[in-house]
């Protein structure tokens, strides 16, 4: 009696197996007599528990036998089930062998898993040769995942030679097909008039619509084109919104230049306090100028306690993320203030950094170090070439010290003072005396230049006005 309870209880609490209905027993005898598309279906049954018992392994078994019939589709699912091991064992080399067996056959997605696994470096070593070539068949064969990818290799030439034209007609191609980030990417390459002509109406018009579907990236391009009425009506306003909108998804302009307008009271309340976390967050998802912000806040204090140890390693992330302005500053702060110690020579280098950057004020900066020999060996050359990019930048001191190093030659004997004319005019007309009275010479003297007395005079005047008492004495009585 209790042998037949169990019996029952048992009978009552197993699942109930389900039936082979007639309409399976005919999909699995379509299947061994090779019809590939029931071969799918009963996989894609097996696999999803639809109709009969959920199975992993069963469906692979149907997947292989479309596999081997010839199905691209097949092999691409089989190719899942033997990468992530379920219902086979995990068999990574299996997976690839089947995805590309599958990208053989024209499945676009099998020739753009392992493009991007060779991309990416993801159970396979990085192989630029091969994912590049992988993509580009995904991609034809009508994957838009593989021509984003494609395309933002080209843009950037990550393992191919650059291709902007190139890049912006895949990108094209893949906006097409409804993927905003290729939308986002053809947007900044419209901004910037990269491989295709510039058109601002049009970038604004793919940023809304990436925006509109996600992109982070496209939301901080349009509130930078709002905030600077690039293209498009300024509105602070909604540039502000865009950019919290960006921040929220993750992308580091976005926190960057909404903690720009927080902390200066753009479009809103100035916050130095609210501004600071938002810096933090743009530094720490990959903004050297949030860094550099975030860094500057802490030197002085603005909006978090001030922590000079702590905004100089700040300064030196954004510094070797390529932000100038933190070269700049930790290059100062060797230069022994503030209880610093003082390291002429990481202070040459930093400023070396920083004018390499594009920051002038570095350039003026490790232009005299060349010049004087100081913590760097002496070269006159470098020297000049840096002052130049400082000159270049609106330095006008700079554009002094260029002149007077091109009148002088390395051996200290005087050279063509032609060269130098260009260079104390700009210099002058920025307000350096001494370039005045320098000019003036040369003009008095026929030095170099045409001699021009009434110029000469003109410029004696203008250094006096300045406050060059030289050139107040060549002036009276004239």
């Known amino acids: 009696m209790r042998a037949r309870l169990v019996l029952v209880l048992a009978t009552t609490l197993a699942p109930a197996a389900a039936a082979q209905t007639p309409e399976l027993t005919a999909l699995k005898k379509s299947c061994d007599l090779g019809a590939v598309a ?29 596999c081997e019939k010839g199905s691209g589709r097949g092999c691409l699912e089989l190719a899942q089930l033997h990468r992530a091991g379920e219902g086979v064992g995990r068999d990574v080399p299996k997976a690839i062998e089947l995805f590309e067996r599958a990208c053989n056959t024209g499945e676009a997605e099998g020739c753009t898993t392992v493009g991007l696994m060779s991309l990416r470096g993801t159970d396979v070593p990085v192989d630029m040769t091969r994912a590049s070539d992988l993509l580009d068949r995904g991609c034809r064969a009508g994957s838009t995942k593989a021509c984003a990818a494609l395309g933002t290799m080209l843009e950037s030439g990550r393992g191919v030679a650059a291709d902007p034209k190139r890049a912006a007609e895949i990108f094209q191609k893949a906006c097409d097909g409804g993927d905003a980030e290729a939308c986002g ?18 970038a604004i018009e793919l940023a809304g619509r990436s925006c509109d579907n996600g992109l982070a990236m496209a ?27 960006a921040c929220d998804g993750g992308q580091s302009l976005g926190c960057h230049r909404l903690g720009l307008m927080t902390r200066d009271g753009v479009a809103g309340t100035k916050d130095a306090a609210a501004a600071y976390p938002l810096f933090l967050k743009g530094c720490d998802t990959g903004s050297a100028p949030a860094c550099f912000e975030q860094g500057f806040a802490q030197d002085r204090g603005r909006g978090t306690p001030a922590n000079l140890a702590q905004a100089m390693v700040l300064y030196q992330k954004a510094c070797h993320a390529g932000e100038p302005r933190g070269c700049y500053e930790i290059g100062v702060l060797f230069g022994g203030i503030r209880g610093v110690t003082n390291d002429s020579r990481q202070q040459a280098e930093f400023f070396r950094l920083a004018c390499e950057g594009g920051d002038a004020r570095g350039c003026s900066k490790v232009a005299r170090f060349y010049e004087l020999g100081e913590a760097l060996p002496r070269d006159l050359p470098k020297a000049r070439a840096a002052y130049e990019k400082g000159c270049d930048q609106g330095l006008a001191p700079d554009c002094a010290k260029v002149a007077e190093l091109l009148r002088k030659r390395s051996d200290g004997l005087p050279a063509d003072p032609a060269p130098a004319v260009p260079f104390y005019a700009k210099a002058c007309d920025g307000g350096v005396a001494d370039a005045c009275f320098e000019l003036g010479n040369l003009y008095e003297k026929a030095i170099g230049v045409t001699q021009d007395l009434g110029k000469a005079l003109e410029l004696f005047k203008k250094a006096c006005a300045a406050g060059d008492q030289r050139a107040c004495a060549r002036t009276r009585g004239r």
């Open 38 to 66: 029931d071969c799918l279906a009963l996989a894609a049954r097996h696999l999803a528990g639809e109709g009969v018992p959920k199975d992993a392994k069963q469906a692979a078994g149907f997947f292989k036998k479309a």
């Open 185 to 202: 990417r053809l947007a900044a390459l419209l901004r910037d008039g990269k491989g295709v002509p510039k058109d601002m109406a049009r």
């Open 219 to 245: 939301c901080a391009q349009l509130g930078a084109a709002l905030e600077t009425g690039e293209g498009v009506a300024k509105d602070l306003a909604r540039a502000r919104t865009l950019f919290q909108k």
